[in-house]
């Protein structure tokens, strides 16, 4: 599991492991972390340049001291002092002692077209509020230039513990970050400026507490979260899902999630409702019956609202699945007027599943504000409902009610977004819920498979190629031989 924690945690642990070790060790450990990353960014044989932003604390500390450990291999490197008189005293020192250059911002574009990669120590855990004019103005140097971009511990003007970006921002390449993951550097908007992140490890392991921030599932976690049959399962033993999906006007969302949930590896799929015929169709695997959801048998799960419209029987069928006593995943026209005090009073865990845009109608605020403030969203929705939220789009985010670690998807893909793609979802997540994992994991393992096939599928991906590409992605996380 990737684990990242806010800047005031990370301070604290900062300041206990500093009072145990000589001055000036840390910033020595990512200095030598990211002057390796240079190294191995930069072209080999020719005369090479690098051009260091230097802000006028820490994270430019860093800078200049990786600057100075390439010039002592003989690397061009020419430092841009945003506040000269405030750079880091040691850092500048070491950087001249070694032969490296210093200039001022004025003077950056001619530095900054010759360079082979920048080094954007401007601002890390320190910066807030959006980059001030120097810095951006900077900022859209480096853009212009187009030298590929190392970031400091984060890219400059990226909000680290919430992942928002107010106005101008480095754009970065790579980011080497020092000690742990910081929660900006995993959410977008801010961890697309991040591009590929570095973890150099100084030693801070120890002094963090044990409940990060945020979290993001590694291969293996997923693999051990996956249900797999074993000698004595059955089919109801494995989870039947229920789907309350689809409609006569929209049949597809109905076959979507069904499919969705049968390559969730369900024990077996009931589908209520008037697609029945197209389900059928599609999946004869499927059991179908054209009633109200508690008619259609016993399930250990329940999707509703992919596609079932916004008409009274689509209200009777989602009010009927909020009486069931499982676990409930309501997504899309499910959410619509949803009423948070009918789902915190269900006797059983509930899943949503909105997109931006149903997320901003849920908190009665705009679509932008969501897509900006991600985290603060998912956090809200989850408290608001009392429900597990999962917030799709460019980060999917998963929070629960009780609190604890968001957890960021990291697969994925911006192919993703197409029609009928959070059909699949729901249903995959509504398999993953009837075997028994908890809200929470379901969600947020759901959606790690859900990436991963959007990733496999053959581009440009459609809804139903994403689900085809599951079992690809079943087998190369559990790593065993088809079928067993
Ligand atoms: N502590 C440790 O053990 C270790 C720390 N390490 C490193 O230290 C970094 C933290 O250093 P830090 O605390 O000095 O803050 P930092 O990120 O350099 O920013 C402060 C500077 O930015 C400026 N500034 C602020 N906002 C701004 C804005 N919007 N727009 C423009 N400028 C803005 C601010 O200006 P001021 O407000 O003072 O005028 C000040 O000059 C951390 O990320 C890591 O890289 C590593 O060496 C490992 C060990
Ligand atoms: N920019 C993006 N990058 C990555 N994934 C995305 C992006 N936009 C959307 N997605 C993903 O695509 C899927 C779209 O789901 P949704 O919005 O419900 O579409 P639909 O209702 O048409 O099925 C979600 O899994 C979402 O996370
Ligand atoms: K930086």
Request: with cysteine; hydrophobic share 45%.
């Amino acid at each position: 599991m990737r684990t990242a924690y806010r800047v005031e945690t990370v301070r604290t642990a900062e300041r206990a492991l500093m009072d145990r070790l000589p001055a000036g060790t840390l910033m020595a450990r990512a200095a030598a972390g990211l002057a390796a990353a240079c190294a191995d960014l930069l072209p080999s044989g020719r005369s090479r340049r690098v051009v260091l932003l230097v802000g006028g604390g820490d994270n430019g500390g860093d800078a200049l001291y990786a600057g100075a450990r390439l010039a002592r291999r003989g690397v061009g490197v020419t430092a841009v002092l945003l506040a000269p008189d405030r750079a880091h005293p040691g850092g500048l020192a070491a950087l001249r002692a070694a032969g490296g250059r210093t200039t001022t911002p004025d003077a950056a574009a001619a530095a900054l077209a010759r360079a082979d990669l920048v080094v954007d120590g401007i601002t890390g855990i320190g910066g807030r509020g959006g980059l001030r004019p120097a810095a951006a103005e900077l900022a859209r140097a480096v853009a212009a230039a187009g030298a590929p971009v190392i970031a400091v511990d984060l890219p400059s003007g990226v909000d680290p513990d919430t992942g928002e970006v107010h106005g101008d921002a480095v754009r970065a390449a790579l980011t080497v970050t020092f000690g742990t993951h910081k929660p900006g550097l995993l959410v977008d908007p801010a961890a697309e400026y991040a591009g590929r992140v570095r973890l150099v490890d100084i030693g801070l392991g120890p002094e963090l507490p044990p409940g990060p921030d945020l979290t993001a599932l590694e291969p293996a976690d997923v693999a051990a979260l996956l249900p797999r049959p074993g000698a004595e399962s059955d089919k109801y033993r494995r989870g039947v899902v229920g789907i309350a999906a689809g409609s006569a006007r929209y049949p597809g969302a109905a076959v979507l999630a069904v499919g969705g949930a049968l390559r969730g590896g369900a024990g077996a799929v009931r589908y209520a409702g008037p697609a029945d015929a197209a389900v059928i169709a599609r999946y004869p695997e499927a059991l179908v019956s054209t009633g109200l959801p508690h008619r259609a048998g016993r399930v250990q799960s329940w999707v509703v609202g992919p596609g079932v419209g916004d008409d009274r029987e689509a209200r009777e069928r989602v009010a009927d699945v909020l009486d069931a006593d499982v676990p409930v995943l309501i997504d899309a026209d499910g959410l619509r007027g949803l009423d948070p005090a009918r789902v915190r009073a269900r006797s059983a865990p509930t899943v949503l599943t909105p997109h931006a845009g149903e997320a901003a109608a849920l908190l009665g605020t705009s679509r932008p504000e969501v897509e900006a403030g991600r985290l603060a969203a998912v956090r809200a929705l989850a408290d608001r409902f009392g429900a597990v939220a999962l917030l799709k789009g460019s980060t999917t985010l998963v929070a629960d009610p009780a609190g604890g670690a968001v957890r960021a998807n990291p697969t994925g893909t911006a192919w993703l977004a197409t029609a009928g793609s959070g059909d699949v979802l729901s249903g995959l997540i509504g398999a993953l819920l009837a075997a028994g994992l908890t809200p929470l994991d379901a969600a947020s393992a759901g959606a790690y498979l859900h990436g991963l096939a959007g990733t496999h599928a053959p581009v440009p991906p459609m809804a139903s190629t994403i689900t085809e590409a599951l079992p690809a992605v079943w087998h190369e996380l559990l790593g065993e031989p088809r079928g067993r």
